[in-house]
């Protein structure tokens, strides 16, 4: 196996998929936010000054998904055709829960685009909640899922 954004010499370059057919592509990442239950609390309870911390990290994460390839320098800019974002409130262990999914019919898959999506969710979820929470940590970002494409389906945990 090679490394695909690097030439013969090891050089890094955009990989060419002016050659590859355009078919139907789904990747799934998750993450997740550790803070203090008195935050969590206030989350849930739309107690923040800034306002409604998820709706604003929902639109975050869209929003970064759609700008992906304007910051990882090799990554194509891609149609999306959806991406969802879902949180869960994990009072008992002081977790907020980041699931992204993101859609897409083009040559290349959307892997960066879900585990962009997850990252910007937290790091918004960290600002969102700083002022109350300087001690929260954003950890666990990976991909879970992706389907379509030459490399066919890949599931965490799936045995290969």
Same mark, same amino acid.
């Not at 050659?19 to 789904?26: E, G």
């Not at 950890?139 to 890949?154: F, I, M, N, P």
């Given at each position: ?81 959806? /991406?969802?974002? +879902? ?6 262990? &002081?977790?907020? $829960?980041?699931? %992204? !999914? ?38 666990? /970002?990976?991909? +879970? ?6 490399? &066919?389906?890949? $599931?965490?945990? %799936? !045995?290969?």
């Amino acid at each position: 196996m090679s490394l695909t954004h690097t030439d013969q010499n090891g050089h890094a370059h955009m990989v060419d998929v002016s050659a590859k057919t355009d078919s139907a592509r789904v990747a799934r990442a998750s993450g997740r936010v550790r803070a203090a239950p008195a935050t969590l609390a206030l989350i849930r309870d739309n107690g923040l000054k800034k306002g409604d911390v998820l709706a604003v990290a929902r639109i975050a994460a869209i929003q970064a998904a759609k700008k992906c390839w304007e910051l990882i320098p090799l990554c194509h800019q891609i149609p999306l055709s959806g /991406v969802t974002v +879902e949180f869960e409130l994990d009072h008992d262990n &002081g977790i907020i $829960h980041i699931q %992204a !999914q993101c859609k897409t019919t083009a040559p290349t898959g959307v892997e960066m685009e879900a585990l962009t999506a997850v990252s910007v969710a937290g790091l918004t979820l960290y600002d969102m909640c700083k002022a109350v929470d300087r001690g929260m940590s954003i950890d666990t /970002v990976r991909l +879970e899922a992706k389907s379509g494409g030459a490399g &066919g389906d890949w $599931h965490r945990g %799936a !045995q290969a």
